[in-house]
T-cell receptor, first 114, second 110 residues
Framework: EAGVVQSPRYKIIEKKQPVAFWCNPI?????LYWYRQNLGQGPELLIR????????DSQLPKDRFSAERLKGVDSTLKIQPAELGDSAVYLC????????????FGSGTQLSVL | GEDVEQSLFLSVREGDSSVINCTYT??????LYWYKQEPGAGLQLLTY?????DMKQDQRLTVLLNKKDKHLSLRIADTQTGDSAIYFC??????????FGAGTTVTVRA
């Protein structure tokens, strides 16, 4: 069974440029999460989807970040415009249930904003 | 600051036991987790314990929970070089959100 797939693996951009990350969750997993992991820290939730509905986006900086999960499967996270402080690893995770019991993480996208 | 606190580094000799400690803050946490992150990879769920349990054993892994002190530990028996990684403690809080610690980097030396 394929795990959570994310792309690209690495992204280097200049500040003020837009960037997008893509995630394909494990088949059958209804809940999808985007986390941001800063260097030397644990992941912090940005947004959680149940099917195509964003049920928790309280931590998403909505002035520059947006996300979508069309058809309740793949998801895209976008930053526009990127700032230096956005440099981090962006992790996507999925779970079969809605209660955070077991999260399966992708390998992440490492973003460097110059 | 972090709601979940862990020591940052642990060095252990191959074949010895490793013990990673964690303290959390939410007394209404229902699940507590240990995740492992190898270089360049995402987090992998190692094990978890429900809050009404004191101990859980899974092969080389033993999780101990002291709910009174809000203290969680992970013991890895017979530590191998493949156990070198960052280990994250996480609590599922009363609001159902996961809160992660900053991670403990475990280095296994020959």
């Amino acid at each position: 069974e394929a795990g959570v797939v994310q792309s690209p693996r690495y992204k280097i951009i200049e500040k003020k440029q837009p960037v997008a990350f893509w995630c394909n969750p494990i088949s059958g997993h209804n809940t999808l999460y985007w986390y941001r992991q800063n260097l030397g820290q644990g992941p912090e939730l940005l947004i959680r989807y149940e099917n195509e509905e964003a049920v928790d986006d309280s931590q998403l900086p909505k002035d520059r970040f947006s996300a979508e999960r069309l058809k309740g499967v793949d998801s895209t996270l976008k930053i526009q415009p990127a700032e230096l402080g956005d440099s981090a690893v962006y992790l996507c995770a999925s779970s079969p249930g809605t209660g955070y019991e077991k999260l399966f993480f992708g390998s992440g996208t490492q973003l460097s904003v110059l | 600051g972090e709601d979940v606190e862990q020591s940052l580094f642990l060095s252990v000799r191959e074949g010895d036991s490793s013990v990673i400690n964690c303290t959390y803050t939410d007394s209404s946490s229902t699940y507590l987790y240990w995740y492992k992150q190898e270089p360049g990879a995402g987090l992998q769920l190692l094990t978890y314990i429900f809050s009404n349990m004191d101990m859980k054993q899974d092969q080389r892994l033993t999780v101990l929970l002291n709910k009174k002190d809000k203290h969680l530990s992970l013991r890895i028996a017979d530590t191998q070089t493949g156990d070198s990684a960052i280990y994250f403690c996480a609590e599922r809080r009363g609001d159902y959100k996961l809160s992660f610690g900053a991670g403990t980097t475990v280095t296994v030396r020959a």
